[in-house]
């Protein structure tokens, strides 16, 4: 009994060793399909719950196996989501995730264009499936059958799922591939002059076209719709300077990219990401629901 107990012991451990190996990829993976960083983790750890459970002699690539059922079921979290998501106050935007869930170069890799949150604004209008398909195919490249598989649908289903899905993001986005340094560069310039009263060069940074998104989750004030046009996005904006005005802001790095974090004392109050095209600012998107922000560092941690 007590070698059978040693053996066990030992399987359990490597089954935890190779699941914590591919962690990160999976709280990827349910991060892009539900857009909550919690809801994510509790996909992951019931993944856990099947992985260890599952006959291992059957798993030709544990981490394909892993994103497949993590996907499956951060599906079914999504379409638990529906009603709460119906009644929520405003727009909903997904959870800033901070560079620090990646500390690995592995993991580092996971924080791609796909958890931009102007990727993620653009999957939040995709279908449940069309999402699944998505992060499965263009994200993990998957084969469309073993697709098929993860989602009880035919393999030409899945196919037209992926080629809706592309069409639809490739339609919403930028034209041009933006240099991160340029975008740096103007999303720098627009917060100075916002910091500095300049109505005129904020309004020449932003595009005749721009849309302004702001999540406050009815908690913290927000615009209950998105705003439009350069000129009413900077009144709001100044606006809720104006309210605000012991506001501290710092840069940081969430979804892959440089966001500004607005810190009241030491917590962080709005998180602002920004979204560039041709020279110009096309979007903005602002999460200030404190719901969303647990996993945002605090100004004493930033600094």
Same mark, same amino acid.
């Given at each position: 009994m007590r070698?059978?107990a040693g053996?066990? *012991?030992?399987a359990?451990?490597?089954?935890?060793?190779?699941?914590?190996?591919?962690?990160?990829v999976?709280?990827?993976?349910?991060y892009?399909?539900?857009?909550s960083?919690?809801?994510?983790e *509790?996909v992951?750890?019931?993944?856990?719950?099947r992985?260890?459970? $599952?006959?291992?002699?059957?798993?030709?690539?544990?981490?394909?196996? =892993?994103?497949? #059922? /993590? @996907?499956r079921?951060? !599906?079914?979290?999504?379409r638990?989501?529906?009603?709460?998501?119906?009644?929520?106050?405003?727009?909903?935007?997904?959870?800033?995730i901070?560079a620090?869930?990646a500390d690995d170069?592995?993991?580092?890799?996971?924080?791609?264009?796909?958890?931009?949150?102007?990727?993620?604004?653009?999957l939040e @209008?995709?279908?449940?499936?069309?999402?699944a398909?998505?992060?499965?195919?263009?994200?993990?490249?998957?084969?469309? *059958?073993?697709?098929?598989?993860? !989602?009880?649908?035919s393999?030409?289903?899945?196919?037209q799922?992926a080629?809706?899905?592309?069409?639809?993001?490739h339609?919403?986005q930028?034209?041009?591939?933006?240099?991160?340094e340029?975008h740096?560069e103007? /999303?720098?310039?627009?917060?100075?002059?916002?910091?500095?009263?300049?109505?005129?060069?904020?309004?020449?940074?932003?595009?005749?076209?721009?849309?302004l #998104?702001?999540?406050g989750g009815?908690?913290?004030?927000?615009? =209950?719709r998105?705003?439009? %046009?350069?000129d009413?996005?900077?009144?709001?904006?100044?606006? $809720? +300077?104006?309210?605000?005005?012991n506001?501290?802001?710092r840069l940081?790095? =969430?979804?892959?990219e @440089?966001?500004?974090?607005?810190?009241?004392?030491?917590?962080p109050? /709005? $998180?602002?990401?920004?979204?560039?095209?041709?020279g110009? +600012?096309? %979007?903005l998107?602002? +999460?200030r629901?404190?719901?969303?922000?647990?996993t945002?560092?605090?100004?004493?941690?930033?600094?």
């Open positions: 070698a059978e053996v066990t *012991d030992e359990n451990e490597q089954l935890a060793r190779e699941f914590d190996e591919h962690r990160s999976l709280v990827g993976a349910a892009r399909v539900v857009g960083v919690s809801d994510a *509790d992951v750890q019931e993944a856990w719950l992985w260890a459970t $599952v006959d291992h002699a059957e798993v030709r690539d544990p981490r394909a196996y =892993l994103i497949r #059922i /993590t @996907t079921l951060a !599906l079914n979290r999504l638990q989501q529906k009603a709460r998501r119906e009644e929520y106050v405003g727009p909903w935007l997904p959870e800033p901070p620090s869930s170069p592995a993991a580092a890799v996971e924080l791609a264009d796909s958890v931009s949150m102007a990727m993620l604004v653009v @209008t995709l279908s449940p499936l069309e999402r398909t998505f992060v499965l195919r263009e994200v993990f490249d998957l084969p469309y *059958d073993e697709i098929a598989d993860t !989602l009880g649908r393999e030409s289903a899945v196919r799922l080629h809706r899905a592309r069409e639809h993001v339609a919403r930028p034209r041009h591939r933006v240099d991160k340029r740096n103007l /999303t720098m310039r627009f917060m100075a002059a916002a910091g500095s009263g300049d109505f005129d060069q904020v309004v020449s940074l932003l595009a005749p076209d721009a849309v #998104i702001s999540d009815g908690k913290k004030k927000a615009a =209950l998105p705003i439009h %046009g350069a009413k996005i900077a009144r709001w904006m100044f606006a $809720v +300077i104006a309210e605000n005005p506001f501290e802001v940081a790095s =969430l979804n892959g @440089t966001a500004f974090i607005a810190y009241y004392d030491d917590e109050d /709005t $998180v602002t990401f920004f979204q560039t095209t041709d110009l +600012i096309t %979007g998107y602002l +999460i629901n404190p719901d969303k922000l647990h945002v560092p605090t100004l004493h941690e930033l600094s």
